[in-house]
């Protein structure tokens, strides 16, 4: 089955800093990535997702995503965050179903 | 409307007691899932069914047991309620159920057994 590993668990950027959130992935084949985050209270909002293509894939709210298959990575970046980005955001591998990494939970900094 | 709708959104209960959580979606989608949210915030599949028929049944304890009377709803009944089952409850849905597939995610119900 496919896992899914966010290394850091609390990461603290300044407002208008870049930021980058890691992930790494365990699969046999190609796998289908996703990142979601959570709002405070709700549910998780897909941000962008990678099926094959071209590496580099851009979702909502300025975020981009690099997929890295001899790293078997799928970072998340951003170059510039806003206060709003505070959130808990996860990395996700669909295969036989979702599995979803622990989470990573986002600090800004006025 | 809200796409995925469960409720309550907060559940308040003492040990022993038996509780259920329900689940609906308006997307017309044919694929639903209970996910459980610890409190350190890790997210696992518990069920999924598609179509009304169970689909993925990781290792849940049998007192909890989902209930699918149509396509749109995800009813989940947890019997004998321990103090580990406190946790955030998210509904979901997808369209067939392909992992390609983007999850339509609930607002949570937290539980919280005392």
């Known amino acids: 089955a496919q896992s899914v590993t966010q290394p850091d668990i609390h990461i603290t950027v300044s407002e208008g800093a870049s930021l980058e959130l890691r992930c790494n992935y365990s699969?046999?084949?190609?796998?289908?990535l996703f990142w979601y985050v959570q709002s405070p209270g709700q549910g998780l909002q897909l941000l962008l997702k990678y099926f094959s293509g071209d590496t580099l894939v851009q979702g909502i709210k300025g975020f981009e995503a690099e997929f890295k298959r001899s790293q078997s990575s799928f970072n998340l970046r951003k170059p510039s965050v806003h206060w709003s980005d505070a959130a808990e955001y996860f990395c996700?591998?669909?295969?036989?179903?979702?599995?979803f990494g622990a989470g990573t939970r986002l600090t800004v900094k006025p | 409307d809200t796409a995925v709708s469960q409720t309550p959104k907060y559940l308040v209960t003492q040990m022993g007691n038996d509780k259920s959580i329900k689940c609906e979606q308006n997307?017309?989608?044919?694929?639903m899932y209970w996910y459980k949210q610890d409190s350190k915030k890790f997210l696992k599949i518990m069920f999924s069914y598609n179509n009304k028929e169970l689909i993925i049944n990781e290792t849940v304890p049998n007192r909890f047991s989902p209930k699918s009377p149509d396509k749109a709803h995800l009813n989940l009944h947890i019997n004998s309620l321990e103090l580990g089952d406190s946790a955030v409850y998210f509904c979901?849905?997808?369209?067939?159920?392909?992992?390609?597939?983007?999850?339509?995610f609930g607002s949570g119900t937290q539980l919280s057994v005392l």
């Open positions: 699969y046999g084949a190609t796998p289908y």
């Open positions: 979901a849905s997808s369209p067939r159920g392909d992992a390609r597939e983007k999850l339509f």
């Open positions: 997307l017309g989608h044919d694929t």
């Open positions: 996700a591998v669909g295969a036989e179903d979702m599995r």
